[in-house]
Antibody, heavy 119, light 112 residues
C-alpha cells in the first residue's frame, strides 16, 4: 500500500532554512506527483506546491515563490521540501501528500511534521 | 491564485440532523477538458485529512452515502444527510482545476 513517511518534529531558528523529507513506498515512484501543504496552529490547510516525480516540474503557490524549493530523489524514493528564511509564522504542521482530483482513490497523506520556529 | 471561500466557519449540528457547507471560488472551476476539479476533504481531530469527494460529486470508496457533493461553476456544497458522531471534524474544499491548487478556509462540524 502507498505510504508517505515524514519525521515527527523539527525545531528551527528564525532566518534558518528547513528541509523536510517525505519517504515513499508502495507504488511506482515516478507515476505520481507529490504535493506539500501546511497547517498553522488552529488554522486551516494551506497548499504550498507540487512536484512531478517523473520530470521534476514544479508548481508553487504565489505566497511561497522564491522561498520554497521542492525536489525529489528517485533512487531513495524521497521527496524534499526546503523552506528558507523561516519566520515565527512558519510554525505549522507540514504534510506531504499524493492527491489527484482526476483519479478515484488517489489520495494519500503523510502523518505530518510539526515544525516550530523559535529562537 | 484562486481564492476559495467556505461558510460557515463553525457548524454545530444535532446528531441525526442534516448539515450543509458552502464553498465558493473566485474563478470558475470548469477545466478546459470540461471537468470541474472540486474536492472535499475531512480532517478528524488529530488525524491527517482524507478526501471524501472528487470532481464535485463523486464519493471516494468507503465514504458513507450520507455525504454528497453538488454545485457547478463557482458555487459548491457538501451535505451530510444525517450527522453521526464520527463526522466531527473540519471539512475543506480544494480546487485542482487551475495551475496551482487552493484550499478553502475550513468548516468545523461539531455536535450540539
Amino acid at each position: 500500500q502507498v505510504q508517505l513517511v515524514q519525521p515527527g518534529s523539527e525545531v528551527e531558528q528564525p532566518g534558518a532554512s528547513l528541509t523536510i523529507p517525505c519517504r515513499t513506498s508502495g507504488y511506482d515512484f515516478p507515476s505520481y506527483g507529490i504535493d506539500w501543504a501546511r497547517q498553522a496552529p488552529g488554522q486551516g490547510l494551506e497548499w504550498m506546491g507540487w512536484i512531478s516525480a517523473y520530470s521534476g516540474d514544479t508548481k508553487y503557490a504565489q505566497k511561497f515563490q522564491g522561498r520554497l524549493t521542492l525536489t525529489t530523489d528517485t533512487p531513495t524514493r524521497t521527496a524534499y521540501m526546503e523552506l528558507r528564511s523561516l519566520r515565527s509564522d512558519d510554525t505549522a504542521i507540514y504534510y506531504c501528500l499524493i492527491t489527484d482530483g482526476r483519479v478515484p482513490g488517489l489520495d494519500f497523506w503523510g502523518q505530518g511534521t510539526q515544525v516550530t520556529v523559535s529562537s | 491564485d484562486v481564492v476559495m471561500t467556505q461558510s460557515p466557519l463553525s457548524l454545530p449540528v444535532t446528531l441525526g440532523q442534516p448539515a450543509s457547507i458552502s464553498c465558493r471560488s473566485s474563478q470558475s472551476l470548469v477545466h478546459s477538458d470540461g471537468n470541474t476539479y472540486l474536492n472535499w476533504f475531512q480532517q478528524r481531530p488529530g488525524q491527517s485529512p482524507r478526501r471524501l469527494i472528487y470532481k464535485v460529486s463523486n464519493r471516494e470508496s468507503g465514504v458513507p452515502d450520507r455525504f454528497s457533493g453538488s454545485g457547478s461553476g463557482t458555487d459548491f456544497t457538501l451535505k451530510i444527510s444525517r450527522v453521526e458522531a464520527e463526522d466531527v471534524g473540519v471539512y475543506y474544499c480544494m480546487q485542482s482545476t487551475h495551475w496551482t491548487n487552493t484550499f478553502g478556509g475550513g468548516t468545523k462540524v461539531e455536535i450540539k
